[in-house]
């Protein structure tokens, strides 16, 4: 069986340091397709699972679905989402371990918060799309992979 292309949109706040950002090296990546986000623009999303941490949880019924993924603080998640149109089905991840060495001075990061590279890895690997290559970037890959190991072992999507 062959895999339905990757299809990921990626809504990127401009408020969060470039330099940190866990995606950014993904940039140019077959399948991804990234926007910024403006107050003043619509983004025109389409029909899409949108990984939101008060989603029904991401299952197997999910494959294969286009995603979108708002990189952005939890906290300005909703701001964000105003300016999304299309038919967005909510899903979250379940309980998982982040390797990225979170710290806020200001607000108290969820307990099970992810590195947006790491939600989106787990996303696609707990729909059986798994892509080692969006980890190939990420300094903490092996650690996450060890902190979650039934991500390592899904497989890989045939090419």
Do not use: Q
């Not at 910024?36 to 991401?58: C, F, K, M, Q």
């Amino acid at each position: 069986m062959v895999a339905m292309p990757l299809d990921v949109l990626i809504l990127r706040d401009p408020k969060e340091a470039a330099k940190k950002c866990s995606l950014a090296p993904l940039r140019g990546e077959e399948g991804l397709r990234f926007s910024t986000y403006r107050e003043d623009r619509v983004l025109e999303a389409g029909a899409r699972i949108l990984l939101h941490p008060e989603g029904e949880l991401l299952g197997a019924g999910d494959a294969d679905a286009p995603l979108l993924l708002v990189d952005c603080s939890w906290r300005r998640l909703p701001t964000l989402l105003r300016t999304v149109r299309g038919e967005l089905l909510p899903r979250r991840l379940p309980p998982l371990a982040s390797a990225y060495p979170r710290k806020s001075r200001t607000f108290e990061d969820p307990g099970e918060g992810l590195a947006s590279v790491e939600a989106l890895y787990a996303a696609l690997a707990l729909t059986g799309r798994r892509e080692p290559r969006l980890l190939r970037h990420y300094r903490f890959a092996e650690r996450f992979l060890a902190l979650n190991p039934a991500l390592a072992e899904a497989p890989e999507v045939p090419r």
